[in-house]
């Protein structure tokens, strides 16, 4: 589980609060930052270590968790991001747990 509250939160920009991760523009508002970025790529390079050991070990599957407040604007950025990455290697399913709480738009 990596919490992401620490990123910067579309939710106080009025425009983008109905809004989620999925959307370009919250999107783009969330990579904008430097240190999402950076958080993104030391994650990468994190899962870039563990994913063969855990192939070699048989496991049949990992679940990465990415929270913040409201699970709608940077966990789903993020984890759609993750998702990417994995996927150019492995298989990864991206599940948004919360991300119709609230009627939301994608």
């Not at 991760?21 to 390079?45: P, S």
């Not at 984890?79 to 990455?85: F, P, R, Y």
Request: aromatic residues 10%; positive net charge.
């Amino acid at each position: 589980m990596f919490d992401v509250r620490f990123l910067p939160n579309p939710h106080y920009v009025e425009s983008m609060r109905d809004l989620t991760g999925l959307n370009q523009e919250v999107n783009a508002y969330v990579f904008k930052w430097k240190e999402t970025r950076q958080f993104v790529r030391k994650l990468q390079d994190l899962l870039e270590f563990m994913l063969p050991h855990y192939h070699r070990e048989g496991k049949s599957q990992l679940v990465i968790a990415i929270g913040c407040t409201g699970g709608q604007h940077r966990s789903v950025a993020i984890a759609e991001k993750l998702g990417e990455i994995i996927n150019h290697q492995y298989t990864a399913h991206v599940y948004h747990r919360d991300i119709d709480k609230k009627g939301k738009k994608k």
